[in-house]
């Protein structure tokens, strides 16, 4: 979209545009990746006149240096408010002649406007309001955008539900559905990794690699989202979505194009290949209050927007299996939680065994993909100890990004999405197949959680998880740590 655009953010006094949508904005304005003359229509329930309004967008928004706050002074200027309910079609008309004002300040009187619609609402009123949008603000003859973001219903009923009421609103190449992990850098090099080093795609398949790690640590409890989270449980949170996105991309083939639907066509396709998660083959964890390097931490329990038997799982590792020509028999444990000892998303590929004879002990190739923080690339391989001996010593190739790459500058996930979003590219999109499939992977499951109750493993606040988490891994995924000791002297820049 070039110029005669304009954004609506709903939502936009609450937690998710206050904490990305704005920050994201800001981002591509001040490096001038919005499009020419565009404008930012906040909308909300909140009453407010423009100052406050503005006040509260400057607050969201960190601008550390002298140059980044002229240009926030710059944002404001094309940021207004317009307060209104989410259910009634006043409101949404209300909304429609501030945006039919704005639009009639464009130079270009001619050309279509167009208009992108950002939902950052809960759940709740997401379609009633999409349903408000179309029938009263929907530009004809320019080009209307919608994006949404989970909580995509809470299993494979109501997610249908919701994508039933959406489209008979919205045509599919409208809606943008987010998952934001789809817009960090190094989930986007996956398809470069894999496709473009024939040694590594060559590598990729069940007679090498013995077995797949992915794993989301946060160092962090649900702290003042108790109320969402107890809800949702971190299956529902970052599982089923963000892992599984990883997931996808990691195992899928090559697809025909890099064009969004040859990628997501690829992607649905080995998802199809997984059979739903057996309910044996799941840890479940819940934090518990523990003294810390930081202090005495709460245990998720003590939140007081929690329920105190609340059964909700706070960590999860669960096993995968693709039943592809290129996968079967290789187990991928996908691990998610929260209150951990450190903040890591990586991903680690675990060849197999060198076939004995030739050496007594040596350690297993590893490829981690390091997702965050940090982001780095590298290949644990044995090597010879420089010497006279012909010791082995594990040791590693390493793509750090901070060494590799002078002058770094990583995008924030959502300027990346939200630039695609403008340009029409639905690559780091979820399509709504493949939404539906993630469910379909994950609802058993889910539904043996909410019905059963099986009461979650205890962990401490700050640890690594569960305690039967190592013989989990080792048992169902065949995992095995080296034996010989390993550290990996990059962390060292991080
Ligand atoms: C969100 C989850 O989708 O992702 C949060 O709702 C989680 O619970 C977050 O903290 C993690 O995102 P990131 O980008 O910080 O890894």
Known sequence: LESNTLIVVLGA?????????????????????????????????????????????????????????????????????????????????TLEKALGEIESQYEDKNSPKNRVFYMALPPSVFTTVAAHLRKNNYSEGGINRIIVEKPFGSDLASSRKMQEELKAEWKEDEIFRIDHYLGKEMVKNLLVLRFANVMLDASFNKSLISNVQITFKEPFGTEGRGGYFDEFGIIRDVMQNHLLQVLSILTMERPVSFSSE????????????????????????????????????????????VPKDSICPTFAAAVMHINSPRWEGVPFILKAGKALNEQKTEI????????????????RNELVIRVQ??????????????????????????????????????????????????????????????????????????????????????????????????????????????????????????
């Open 13 to 93: 006094s609450g937690d998710l545009a206050k904490k990305k949508t704005f920050p994201a904005l800001f981002g591509l304005y001040n490096n001038g990746f919005l499009p020419k003359g565009i404008r930012v229509v906040g909308y909300a329930r909140t009453k407010m006149d423009e100052e406050e309004y503005h006040k509260r967008v400057q607050q969201y928004i960190k601008a550390p240096i002298p140059a980044m706050k002229e240009k926030l002074q710059e944002f404001l200027k094309i940021c207004t408010y317009v307060s209104g309910q989410y259910d009634e079609d006043d409101s949404f008309q």
């Open 262 to 305: 040859d990628i997501r066509d690829e992607k649905v396709k080995v998802l199809r290949y997984i059979p739903p998660i057996s309910k044996d083959e799941v840890l479940l964890g819940q934090y518990v209050g523990a003294e810390t390097k930081d202090g005495k931490k709460p245990g998720y329990l003590e939140d007081d927007t």
């Open 348 to 363: 680690r590929i675990q060849y197999k065994d060198v076939t004995q004879g030739i050496f007594a002990e040596i350690t």
């Open 373 to 494: 923080p940090g982001e780095a690339v590298y290949l644990k391989m044995n090597s010879k100890a420089p010497g006279l001996s012909m010791r082995t010593v594990p040791t590693e190739m390493d793509l750090t990004y901070k060494r590799r790459f002078s002058d770094l500058k990583i995008p924030e996930a959502y300027e990346a999405l939200i630039l695609d979003a403008f340009k029409g590219d639905h690559s780091n999109f979820v399509r709504d197949d493949e939404l539906d499939i993630a469910w379909k992977i994950f609802t058993p499951l889910l539904h043996h959680i909410d019905e059963q109750k099986p009461k979650p493993e205890p962990y401490s606040y700050g640890s690594r998880g569960p305690v039967g988490l190592d013989d989990f891994t080792a048992k169902h995924g065949g995992y095995k740590r080296s034996e010989k000791p390993y550290s990996w002297p990059s962390t060292s820049v991080l």
